[in-house]
């Protein structure tokens, strides 16, 4: 897997074949197909009063990956990913 950050524009992924996924032990996806050979990009959301970006980088793995291990698919990680991030800007 590969994620992108591309600032205010959003974030790009880049998904790994199936096979390949399939090495990733405990971590692994139990809905395989809708993580395997897929590349996406999703935009932000607008944030009104703008703060700051501090931790966003961390927070952006973090919700990330999280939503990954609870099995969310790859869409909804994203879409997590997206409004948290908005969230952390905004409550700064």
Same mark, same amino acid.
């Given at each position: 897997?590969?994620?992108?950050?591309?600032?205010?524009? !959003? @974030?790009? +992924?880049?998904? #790994?074949?199936?096979?390949?996924? /399939? &090495?990733? !032990?405990?971590?692994?996806?139990?809905?395989? #197909?809708?993580?395997?050979? /897929?590349?996406? +990009?999703? &935009?932000?959301?607008?944030?009104?009063? +703008?703060?700051? #970006?501090?931790?966003?980088?961390?927070?952006?793995?973090? @919700? +990330?990956?999280?939503?990954?291990?609870?099995?969310?698919?790859?869409?909804?990680?994203?879409?997590?990913?997206?409004?948290?991030?908005? #969230?952390?800007?905004?409550?700064?």
């Amino acid at each position: 897997m590969l994620l992108i950050k591309c600032g205010s524009n !959003g @974030v790009y +992924f880049k998904l #790994a074949s199936n096979k390949r996924l /399939q &090495e990733m !032990g405990l971590a692994m996806p139990s809905k395989l #197909a809708s993580w395997s050979d /897929q590349e996406l +990009f999703r &935009e932000t959301y607008v944030v009104k009063n +703008f703060k700051s #970006a501090l931790a966003g980088g961390d927070t952006t793995i973090a @919700v +990330f990956l999280s939503a990954m291990l609870k099995n969310y698919n790859v869409y909804d990680s994203l879409k997590i990913r997206m409004k948290n991030w908005s #969230a952390l800007l905004y409550d700064l």
